[in-house]
């Protein structure tokens, strides 16, 4: 059965590829390099598919396995650092879309087996680059005028290289030191064939190995590319996120000089600071790292439970941090605004429950808000596990009364691929702003992990209390009658009373440890 789906990759994938991307790339040889033809693009992806398969095929799936047996575990994981690699060579190669779908799959610490999270993580701060000449042609078509008309100096080496752009230091005429973002030349005219040509391999592969439903990745890809690919529309999200969270005196948002930006070219002002995870950085600039993380918590726990606009492309490289001497509290500097999603009333409401329901262990209601969220009733332990990082055992012991250790997520992430194919269903099926969601927790938790916090869980009494306004607010917002909203400001000042004085108790034994 394996051979023939195999054999239907190589048929569809690659004779496919040559007689469709064969046309495309001979209407459009005389104009575009070598790796901008459809011909080339479409092979090589083709060929990563068929290779891959073959990888699992000869490794995994070529003879029968105690699948308990330490002999399969070490192999398996061999297999998937070997089809990692080849699927990295890939984005590598094709960049753009396939860059960005790599980013995804690199940010799914917890729900993607462990070999693909790592390998693919590279991305987020290696990703292919473009000439200095190619950025220069963009700005002059954007921008009306040449580079060496808007700016003084302008760094050839680029600050950083994500999928759809890269970022340079400049200075401009007037003085001002920026940060300018360029968005990569080859992008545009390559997305729609990229992103048809991953939903086909991808569905492919899912059909090869049914543990890899993987479909909902491109599918938000597809969604949410145009958004990305407007650097106006990033300009608005940045302004929109400073404006929502001013009151934050340590969080700082670059400014935009709009002036100097287009839909391909943004123009920001230019910071300087210490990557979130990098803790080397962070002892040596005398950071805290538990304020740090408290800091971090609180931020994206409102922005989840309580306004509701999330900044959808969560990772380290997005977040900066500097302390200079003097200074009494950190600066944490939030950066690429291109992907925000705007949460509905009833998600962020189903899911403050489904938080609240994990931390009383009341499983009943854990399942009841499962299923809203679309998760099927049986999936719901899995779900809660996903959504807090934690084991089932730790679960019900209570999250807030079990600390996490290295060895716990050592042991989760072992057990994981065990629940693979359970995993992607809930992937496949769940709300979609979930997703967003998920990749901001295991920000956080990554966060926590690399600055040694996660026994601390700083972020944890004010995500609890954002739930609790977040519940009370839209509940009071819903309610007609005096009598009922008398009686849930009774409940939500209880229960903040009950979080302060449950708070005071850490406290007290944090001092007494």
């Known amino acids: 059965m394996f051979s023939r789906n195999i054999t239907r990759v190589v048929k569809y994938g690659i004779y496919g590829s040559v007689a469709i991307g064969g046309t495309v790339s001979a209407l459009k040889f005389q104009d575009e390099d070598y790796n901008s033809l459809a011909i080339v693009r479409i092979t090589r992806t083709a060929l990563t598919a068929v290779e891959i398969g073959r990888t699992y095929q000869s490794m995994l799936y070529s003879k029968e396995w105690d699948r308990t047996s330490q002999e399969y575990i070490e192999v398996k994981s061999q297999a998937h650092r070997i089809g990692a690699e080849k699927l990295l060579e890939l984005c590598k190669a094709n960049k753009g879309v396939y860059i960005k779908v790599g980013q995804h799959v690199g940010a799914l610490d917890y729900l993607l087996p462990n070999e693909y999270v790592t390998t693919m993580r590279i991305l987020h701060k290696n990703a292919p680059q473009n000439t200095v000449e190619e950025l220069y042609k963009v700005i002059e078509e954007d921008l009306k005028q040449k580079p060496s008309e808007l700016f003084d100096e302008f760094d050839p080496e680029p600050l950083g290289t994500a999928s759809l752009a890269q970022v340079h230091r400049a200075k401009l005429k007037d003085g001002n030191t920026v940060a300018v973002k360029v968005q990569h030349h080859f992008v545009r ?98 950071i805290n790292r538990f304020d740090l993380c408290a800091k971090l918590g609180d931020l994206y726990s409102h922005m989840i439970f309580i306004s509701g606009f999330v900044h959808s492309d969560p990772h380290p490289g997005n977040i900066l941090v500097k302390q200079d001497p003097g200074e009494k509290e950190v600066t944490v500097f939030l950066l690429d605004h291109g992907l925000y999603a705007q949460l509905t009333d009833k998600f962020r409401y189903h899911y403050s429950k489904l938080w609240l329901s994990i931390l009383s262990r009341d499983r009943e209601e854990m399942r009841i808000h499962s299923e809203v969220l679309g998760i099927r009733k049986e999936l719901y332990g899995l779900f809660a596990c996903m959504v807090t990082g934690r084991p089932w055992d730790s679960i019900m012991k209570g999250i807030q009364n079990t600390k996490p250790t290295l060895e716990e997520k050592s042991t989760f992430q072992n057990e994981l691929p065990n629940f693979l194919h359970y995993v992607t269903q809930c992937l496949e099926h769940v709300d979609r702003q979930a997703l967003l969601v998920l990749k901001t927790n295991d920000l956080i938790r990554s966060i926590e992990y690399a600055l040694g916090t996660q026994d601390r869980m700083c972020g944890f009494r004010v995500m609890t209390k954002c739930c609790m306004q977040s519940i009370y607010q839209l509940e009071y917002k819903n309610s007609n009658s005096m009598i009922r909203r008398q009686f849930l400001n009774l409940k939500y000042g209880w229960s903040l009373l009950l979080l302060l004085l449950y708070g005071f108790y850490l406290n007290l034994i944090d001092k007494s440890v």
Do not use: C
């Open 189 to 286: 005219k390559n997305i729609n064939m990229d992103l048809r040509w991953m939903e086909f391999i991808i569905t492919t592969m899912s059909k090869v190995f049914p543990d890899f439903q993987m479909q909902w990745l491109v599918e938000e890809t597809k969604k949410n590319i145009a958004k990305e690919l407007d650097f106006l529309q990033e300009g608005k999200n940045a302004e929109r996120v400073a404006s929502l969270f001013s009151h934050y005196k340590w969080l700082k948002v670059p400014k935009i000089f709009w002036d100097y930006s287009s839909e391909r070219v943004l123009v920001m002002e230019y910071v300087v600071g210490g990557l979130v995870n990098d803790a080397k950085y962070i002892d040596e600039h005398k």
